[in-house]
């Protein structure tokens, strides 16, 4: 079977001269990093406790047991039997991995054309917006009576994800009459938060009303597809045991120590070089396929939230090796590279003229697909185009974008997919995220955690009177509004 292969010749000074491209000894300067990082990852890895206290259960999801699997494989069957529409409800990590695996995986323009998605249900997204106009169409123009709702919130307290969830559930209410919360599914802590206390109180009334799966403890919203987004990929027909077995092969791959054998930390490596060393803050994400256009969405979260950091990470171990991290105070540093998603061929006729001309201060990142499901062949004659296919054209148009980027000493690497199934994606995913993860290590930053995203949602809890918001943020809040002078408002 083939692998997906991680193409890193032109993030070298080889190719790209040594003011841009990494260097043997850049690396050898980085031995006690790599070395260091792959131990700390490691034993993270394989203790529980320090898996579930610091957010890295991720790495054992694709583990899960064949009887969840089939639990949710079941619900998923017996929901798009059942329902002509399904709304899932989420924001960040509770949507994006969803919208990568229904692009991804799901056939194009799948909402149109029922055959071409063997019948199954619709799909929409709702709640990652607080934009009045998308969810008052589709209220008013689906048939609640047909419709199945997923709401899906970590902590069950998300602003975007309750306003949309309250606006539904009250149409579900008026269109379906009392039994509406039959077609209400909700993914949350198993414990805590708003959403967790209402499953419990309507299961109470009637055990058929708002089922739930719970959220494992110690994964974050980011690194949480293969928990949270498993009902989706049953609804929609993907097959589960394949993302996960993608999954572990990369596993396999990603935690061999050499790192000349291991893709996540040669690309954790690479850019961190060229972030640190040769001024590359900027992370362009160009996958050469519509439908992976999500997941380079997916990815900006995975990487803004787990490495766009103030402090670095301060380790405190305990006699029993459990760790504790807190935020190293002394000095801020703000690290982490700036993501921005692009597409092939489409953005090559817009930020591409940047990335060529422009500062030299980014890093392109391609996906490559090989093989595309379908294929179309050009077969008029007595044109250049005569006789090629799309697969060859959309190949040989990133070859060109690579060939012109190194042409200008701009660093690029490829990672080269042999095609967009479930197996690949899920092994995909697991690569950016043990490569984040160890990118993580060699910054030393909580590559867990998202105190920056609080400030935010603690600004708008506070003026929308939310209880339990502490003293001190709301006057820090208060006492420090914004500053509108109209004199700059012109
Ligand atoms: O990565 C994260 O943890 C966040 O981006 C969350 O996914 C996002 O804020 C949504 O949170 P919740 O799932 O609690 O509604």
Known sequence: ?????????????????????????????????????HDHLRGL???????V?????????????????????????????????????????????????????????????????????????????????????????????KTFVVVISKSGETTETKAAFISVEGWLKKGVGKNYGRQIFVITDPDAGSLRKRVTQENARDSLSFRSLPLLKGVGGRYSEFNMGLLHLAIIGVDINEVFKGAKDMDKKCSISDYAKNPAYMYALLHTILYKKKSKPLAIMMPFAEGLKSTADWYVQLLAESLGKKFRRKINVSYNGVEEWARDKGTAVNVGRTPI??????????VQQNNIEGQNDKVVTFIRVDKFKNEMKITVKGDILSGKGFTELIKLAQEATEWALVRESRPNC?????????????????????????????????????PGVEGYKNYMYTKLGKPGISREIAEEINNNPLKKDQNYII
């Open 414 to 450: 490829t990672i080269i997919l042999p095609e967009v199934s479930a197996y690949y994606w899920g092994a995909l995913l697991f690569f950016f995220q043990m490569a984040t993860a160890f990118e993580g290590e060699l910054l030393n930053v909580n590559a867990y955690d998202q």
């Open 1 to 37: 079977m083939k692998e997906i292969r991680f193409d890193f010749n032109n993030m070298l000074d080889i190719n790209v001269g040594n003011a841009h491209g990494v260097g043997k000894d850049d690396i050898l300067e980085m031995a006690k990093d790599i070395s260091s990082g």
């Open 53 to 145: 206290n610091l957010g890295l259960e991720w790495m054992v999801l694709p583990y899960q047991k064949s009887k969840v699997v089939l639990t949710i494989k079941k619900l998923g069957d017996e929901i798009a039997r059942k329902y002509y529409n399904v709304i899932f409800l989420g924001i960040g990590g509770s949507y994006l991995g969803l919208k990568a695996a229904q692009d991804a995986l799901a056939v194009p323009y799948y909402n149109e054309f029922a055959k071409s998605r063997n019948n199954r249900p619709r799909v929409y997204f709702e709640g990652n917006n607080l934009d009045p106009d998308t969810i008052s169409v589709l209220l008013k123009n689906l048939n609640p009576k």
């Open 45 to 51: 890895a394989q203790d529980s406790r320090n898996r």
């Open 341 to 350: 998603p692009c597409r092939g061929t489409g953005d090559l006729h817009s």
